[in-house]
């Protein structure tokens, strides 16, 4: 294994890789900030146990503290802050006794809990990678002779626009030549491959100077694209799936549950809801609203949105409206294989296309039309 890190922008360690000429045809890589610890070289990623197993790692590990104890306990040094590193360490451990990368993954991950997509390669294992997710997104890009991973579907378009969107509890088994998915339970899962829709001009940069501006400019595109089913249909419920009319007719409320921005458009749909549609509605935090008690519906509709389809906290409220008796559900969401869609009984597309830009732009506006759409149907 080699291995190089660098803090501050990732032309910086393009540059590092390119001076200790690291090269091959099996690779990891993450870019992200530092959850645990300070931003520093020695808590970015990959995390390295006993020089023979790297991992990367998205999410936040909720019991590393005891796992980090019991790993010390059994002779592992740390050599950063993070909660990523004991996940280096399980794999390595378990490999001792499992004596197969997958296998030592799949122990490692039923000792997580948390919020997790990682990848995973061993020295020993030159031509293989395991991945697994658990409440953080990650996919697996199809191509020839070749294959990929990455948290969203806009990372892989340079290389394939052939997906396949790993579910929860997934753990993947990647070679050049092949991928096999098992599910939480270890049974071998099949997973359809997706074309997305979006191109790699997409995701270019192009004239603009950065790509909030080049968002900015993108809103009335997509706009257009997310009210063009109403405009040319009229404003019908079947806008929303199948069985939309029947739903609608049957609530008497709704709440809407979200996190970040998509919130702030949730308060904006509440005023509307209540102003034009004369519908009582309340808009709720996600993290917040599955830690309280609340007193259940069943004729309420639970709108959900996320720009991803795959905000873990916005997920887990879903659930806990649906455990809580609430059968009716609405995604707004801009993906359309997320977690979220797939979750809910109905749904509608903002067609944003890919936002970059860590300042939303087009994702707010054209949840806001959507909600519009939903409100005056």
């Not at 104890?69 to 451990?93: C, N, P, R, W």
């Not at 892989?156 to 579910?167: A, D, G």
């Amino acid at each position: 294994l080699k291995r190089v890190r660098s803090v501050g922008r990732v032309a910086q360690l393009a540059e590092d890789a390119k001076a200790q000429k690291i090269e091959g045809h099996l690779g990891i890589g993450h870019t992200r900030w530092a959850t645990h610890g300070a931003p520093s070289e020695r808590n970015a990623h990959p995390h390295i146990s006993k020089n023979g197993i790297a991992v990367v790692h998205n999410g936040i590990i909720e019991n590393y503290e005891t796992l980090r104890t019991q790993l010390k306990a059994k002779g592992y040094e740390f050599t950063s802050d993070t909660d990523t590193e004991v996940i280096a360490h399980l794999v390595h451990m378990h490999l001792a006794t499992a004596r197969d990368l997958l296998k030592a993954v799949q122990k490692t991950v039923a000792e997580l809990h948390g919020a997790y997509a990682i990848g995973v390669v061993s020295e020993a294992n030159p031509m293989r990678m395991i991945c697994a997710r658990e409440g953080s997104p990650l996919l697996i890009g199809i191509g020839i002779e070749e294959n990929f991973i990455a948290s969203d579907v806009s990372a892989l378009l340079p290389v394939t626009q052939k997906v396949i969107y790993l579910e929860e509890g997934d753990v993947a088994d990647i070679h050049m030549n092949s991928v096999a998915i098992f599910d939480r339970k270890g049974m071998k899962a099949e997973r359809k491959i997706h074309t997305s829709e979006l191109s790699a001009d997409s995701v270019e940069l192009g004239a603009y100077r950065h790509y909030m501006q080049k968002e900015i400019y993108e809103q009335p595109r997509a706009l257009t694209d997310t009210i063009e089913g109403a405009l040319a249909q009229g404003f019908k419920p079947e806008l929303f799936g199948q069985d939309a009319a029947k739903v609608f007719a049957a609530i008497d409320s709704v709440t809407i549950i979200a996190c970040g921005t998509s919130y702030h458009s949730a308060m904006v749909a509440k005023y509307w809801l209540e102003a034009i549609a004369k519908i009582p509605c309340s808009a709720e935090i996600a993290s917040e609203y599955r830690y309280r008690e609340t007193v259940p519906n069943p004729n309420t509709l639970i709108i959900t949105i996320s720009q991803s389809g795959e905000t873990a906290d916005t997920l887990a409220a879903l659930k806990h409206a649906q455990a809580q008796g609430h059968h009716h559900s609405l995604a707004i969401c801009n993906v359309p294989e997320s977690a979220l869609i797939r979750a809910s009984t109905l749904r509608y597309l903002t067609r944003a296309g890919a936002e970059i830009g860590v300042a939303s732009t087009k994702a707010f506006t054209t949840q806001l039309a959507a909600l519009f759409v939903f409100t005056v149907t």
